[in-house]
C-alpha cells in the first residue's frame, strides 16, 4: 500500500513540474508606478440632479396644433416644441393691416386739405379756425395711425408666442400636454432640463467639506450603465439637513443619454489632508471575492500582490500598500487571464 501510495505521489509532483517546464510564456503590457501627492477618497453615494430646470409655459392662449416632442428627448435651444393654431389670430391680423392702410389714405387726404388751407389761411382768404381744426384732425389721425399700428405690433407678437421654443439645449423630463388641447396663459406645456447644469449630489458629514474643495475633479461611476466619467466640484447647496446634520456636496457632470433623474453614481470623495501615494494604473487592478490584486514581474515570472486602493483618480488609483514601490513594473495587459507564478513575456510599456 505504501508503495503505491509513494507511486502516486511521484507521478503527482512529476506530472506537476512537467507542466509547469512546458507552460508557454503570456504576453503582456506593463506600466511602471509613480508617486505622487493627493488625497485618500471614500465612495459616497449621490443622485443624479439637474440643477437647472424649467416648467415651460404658454404666455398666450389657444388651440394645440402640433407637439413635436416627448419625454426623455434631448432638444435643443431654440427647437419648436408647440405650436398653436392661428387661423383666428390670422384674420385679426389681415384686418388690421386693412384698417391701417384705410388710415393711411383718409391721414393723406386731411394732409392734403391741411395744405391747401394754409397757403389760403396765410393770404388771408380762410379762417384761423378751419385751419386749426384741420390741424388738429390732422394730428389725431397720425396718433389713431400710431396706435393701430401698436395693436398690430400685439397681435404679430401673439402669433409669435404662439410657437413655443426651447429655452437652452436641455432634455424634456415630462410632457403635460397633447395636440387638441386648450392652453390658457400660464398653463405648463413641458417641463425641461439644461443639460448643461447636470449634477451629482452626495449628502456626506459635514466634517468633510473642507476637503472638498471646488473645481478639483471628483471619479464618478454610474453601474448601472457601466460607465465612468470626471466631475468636477462645484460647491455646496445653501441648505443642509436638520435632522442628519449632513451637507449635500454637488458635483458637474458632462451629460450622456440615458442619465434619468434620481439615478445613483458611486463618487469618490476626498476625505484627508493630501499624502504620498503610489499610483497605479486602474487596468493593473484585478478583483477577487472583494479584494484588490496587481500582478508584478519577478525573474520572468508573474507575481500577484494585494493592493489597498485609498483614492481613485480617473484612470489611476493610489495606494498606501509598502509593498507597492515607485518604479515598479505592474501588468496592464494581459494581466485577466494569468495565473500566479506563470512565465510572462513583456512586449510593450503604457
Known amino acids: 500500500m505504501k508503495r503505491i501510495f509513494s507511486l502516486f505521489l511521484f507521478c ?3 506530472v506537476t513540474a512537467f507542466a ?3 507552460q508557454r510564456a503570456a504576453n503582456v503590457v506593463v506600466s511602471t508606478v509613480k508617486e505622487k501627492k493627493i488625497v485618500e477618497t471614500e465612495n459616497k453615494i449621490g443622485l443624479v440632479k439637474y440643477d437647472t430646470t424649467t416648467e415651460l409655459s404658454s404666455e398666450v392662449s389657444g388651440l394645440v396644433e402640433d407637439t413635436t416632442f416627448t419625454e426623455g428627448e434631448v432638444v435643443n435651444k431654440g427647437d419648436v416644441l408647440v405650436r398653436l393654431n392661428t387661423d383666428f389670430l390670422d384674420k385679426d391680423i389681415g384686418m388690421k393691416k386693412k384698417e391701417i392702410e384705410v ?6 387726404n386731411v394732409y392734403r386739405d391741411l395744405q391747401r388751407y394754409e397757403k389760403l389761411y396765410k393770404q388771408n382768404a380762410a379762417s384761423e379756425k378751419q385751419y386749426e381744426d384741420l390741424l388738429f384732425e390732422y394730428k389725431r389721425m397720425k396718433k389713431e395711425k400710431q396706435a393701430q399700428e401698436l395693436a398690430l405690433q400685439r397681435l404679430m407678437l401673439k ?3 404662439s410657437v413655443i421654443k426651447a429655452p437652452y439645449d436641455g432634455i424634456i423630463l415630462s ?8 392652453v390658457a396663459p400660464g398653463s405648463t406645456v413641458c417641463s425641461i432640463a439644461s443639460t448643461d447644469d447636470v449634477i451629482v449630489q452626495v449628502p456626506v458629514n459635514e466634517k468633510y467639506v473642507k476637503f472638498f474643495k471646488e473645481g478639483s475633479e471628483i471619479f464618478v461611476n454610474f453601474t448601472a450603465l457601466d460607465k465612468n466619467v470626471t466631475g468636477t466640484a462645484a460647491g455646496l447647496d445653501p441648505v443642509a439637513d436638520p435632522k442628519t446634520k449632513n451637507v449635500y456636496l454637488k458635483i458637474n457632470i458632462p451629460y450622456f443619454t440615458k442619465l434619468p433623474v434620481n439615478m445613483t ?9 493630501p499624502q504620498k501615494l503610489r499610483i497605479v494604473s486602474r487596468d493593473a487592478v484585478i478583483s477577487n471575492n472583494g479584494q484588490n490584486f496587481v500582478y508584478t514581474i519577478k525573474d520572468g515570472i508573474a507575481k500577484i500582490l494585494p493592493i489597498n486602493i485609498v483614492s481613485y483618480l480617473g484612470e489611476m488609483v493610489g495606494t498606501d500598500s509598502k509593498h507597492i514601490v515607485p518604479g515598479m513594473k505592474v501588468i496592464v495587459e494581459g494581466n485577466s487571464r494569468l495565473r500566479p507564478d506563470q512565465p510572462v513575456k513583456v512586449t ?3
Open 12 to 14: 503527482f509532483f512529476a
Open 20 to 22: 509547469q517546464e512546458g
Open 103 to 108: 388710415l393711411e389714405m383718409r391721414i393723406e
Open 159 to 161: 402669433k409669435e408666442r
Open 175 to 182: 410632457k403635460k400636454v397633447a395636440d387638441g388641447a386648450w
Open 265 to 273: 453614481a458611486n463618487v469618490n470623495l476626498p476625505v484627508s489632508e
Open 348 to 350: 510593450g510599456e503604457k
